[in-house]
T-cell receptor, first 118, second 113 residues
Framework: AQSVTQPDIHITVSEGASLELRCNYSYGATPYLFWYVQSPGQGLQLLLKYFSGDTLVQGIKGFEAEFKRSQSSFNLRKPSVHWSDAAEYFCAVGAVMVGARRGNKLVFGAGTILRVKS | NAGVTQTPKFRVLKTGQSMTLLCAQDMNHEYMYWYRQDPGMGLRLIHYSVGEGTTAKGEVPDGYNVSRLKKQNFLLGLESAAPSQTSVYFC????????????FGPGTRLTVT
């Protein structure tokens, strides 16, 4: 079964410092991978996605992520964190559901809460 | 272009009461989804729909029903609410040819007492 692990529940970084959020996935085929951000009381906003091709993908707000098949990882990075980046971050893998009503779903990790110290 | 909208934003129910959550999208997406978000568990799929008039069960369907009578709307019903259904509910939608790229609504915070 598909699964996503985000090992860090909370991370605190100083404003201006670099950031790396870890994500490991389990999926039998080539994965579709996503990072979403959720600000308090808000919905989920897509930061970036990986479908195929270049394993380093750029997203919005200065974020990037690197797909490493050998490590089953898709870590999110930002070179310099801003106070407005404080939020909860979710990694997700796209999976196909097989059955009478074939469809697709996103399997989410438990999330990492980012706190930014000024 | 409002994207995905959800009503209501907040609701408090007593155990045993019923309610319906409405999701609407104006992007002409074929696929629609209902997820619930619980602390430390990420989002889990409740039900989904691959087109008007079709629905299917996700990972955690028990206690919920759905309907998709119109392409742009996806309703989630709780027939007899239980405290275990206290959660934040998110609706999402996607195109059929990019099903994994899902657009999310702002969420509905439901408390069952």
């Amino acid at each position: 079964a598909q699964s996503v692990t985000q090992p860090d529940i909370h991370i605190t970084v100083s404003e201006g410092a670099s950031l790396e959020l870890r994500c490991n996935y389990s999926y039998g085929a080539t994965p579709y991978l996503f990072w979403y951000v959720q600000s308090p009381g808000q919905g989920l906003q897509l930061l970036l996605k990986y479908f195929s091709g270049d394993t380093l993908v750029q997203g919005i707000k200065g974020f990037e992520a690197e797909f490493k098949r050998s490590q089953s990882s898709f870590n999110l990075r930002k070179p310099s964190v801003h106070w407005s980046d404080a939020a909860e971050y979710f990694c997700a893998v796209g999976a196909v559901m097989v059955g009478a009503r074939r469809g697709n779903k996103l399997v989410f990790g438990a999330g990492t809460i980012l706190r930014v110290k000024s | 272009n409002a994207g995905v909208t959800q009503t209501p934003k907040f609701r408090v129910l007593k155990t045993g009461q019923s309610m319906t959550l409405l999701c609407a999208q104006d992007m002409n997406h074929e696929y629609m989804y209902w997820y619930r978000q619980d602390p430390g568990m990420g989002l889990r799929l409740i039900h989904y729909s691959v087109g008007e008039g079709t629905t299917a069960k996700g990972e955690v369907p028990d206690g919920y029903n759905v309907s998709r009578l119109k392409k742009q709307n996806f309703l989630l019903g709780l027939e007899s609410a239980a405290p275990s259904q206290t959660s934040v509910y998110f609706c999402a939608s996607s195109y059929y040819d990019q099903p994994h790229e899902q657009y999310f609504g702002p969420g509905t915070r439901l408390t069952v007492t």
